[in-house]
């Protein structure tokens, strides 16, 4: 059972906007910033959002991140079939010391 | 090309031990923190451990007293010992670097490819 919660699966038609939630505590997300990868299948996961709602170079600007308290949200605008993969948000717990990810949240592209 | 490539997966049987080896090209592994992340088959992510620069080390509970990161800077590469190996270790390890200045962050801005660990029971 993960400590990040996400939901297991989030669905959309092309071009629609979706938003992925990731629900955390005051020892990860309330104090450390959410960071969001993408996993396309059978791939190694790649970063997508950085420190809360920065992208990296290369990043599609149609990707955006969000925080607010413990939460944190990656949106996903003008869907494209190529979107479909698995979304993780990770951040650091400072009372664990370590990692945690979250359960990941399977995107569908209908 | 700045990359990350994972070694030294395979078969091992309960018990056993193992090393996964990743080698960094176009950065130095000990100038970041370094982490390595693992994914049972059908499973999410699960945070293993980091290192970071300075030679801090943290484990998740599940492999702490099993597992060991190490680095060699001579060969620019990161290391994780893996011994008393069972089933529930079996994964794909990905080593991944850090891409933060502050290094307690869930923030890594490259992967490698991933090597698979399987443990027979």
């Known amino acids: 059972q993960s400590l990040l919660t996400q939901p297991p699966s989030v669905s959309g038609t092309p071009g629609q906007r979706v938003i992925i939630s990731c629900s955390g505590s005051s020892s990860n997300i309330g104090s450390d910033s959410a960071n969001w990868y993408q996993q396309l299948p059978g791939k190694a996961p790649k970063l997508i959002i950085h420190s809360n709602n920065q992208r990296p170079s290369g990043v599609p600007d149609r990707f955006s991140g969000s925080k607010s308290g413990t939460s944190a949200s990656l949106a996903i605008s003008g869907l494209q079939s190529a979107d479909e993969a698995d979304y993780y948000c990770?951040?650091?717990?400072?009372?664990?010391?370590?990692?945690?990810f979250g359960g990941g949240t399977k995107l569908t592209v209908l | 090309e700045v990359q990350l490539v994972e070694s030294g997966g395979g078969l091992v049987q309960s018990g056993g031990s193992l090393r996964l080896s990743c080698a960094a090209s176009?950065?130095?592994?000990?100038?970041?923190?370094m982490t390595w992340v693992r994914q049972a088959p059908g499973k999410g992510l699960e945070w293993v451990s980091v290192i970071y620069s300075g030679g801090t080390t943290y484990y998740a509970a599940s492999v702490k007293g099993r597992f060991t990161i190490s680095r060699d800077r001579s060969m620019n590469m990161l290391f994780l010992q893996m011994n008393s190996l069972s089933a529930e270790d079996t994964a794909v390890y990905y080593c991944a670097r850090g891409g933060n200045f502050y290094e307690s962050s869930g923030y890594y801005d490259l992967w490698g490819q991933g090597a698979l660990v399987t443990v027979s029971s």
């Open positions: 990770a951040a650091w717990d400072d009372r664990l010391k370590g990692v945690l």
């Open positions: 176009g950065f130095s592994v000990s100038s970041k923190y």
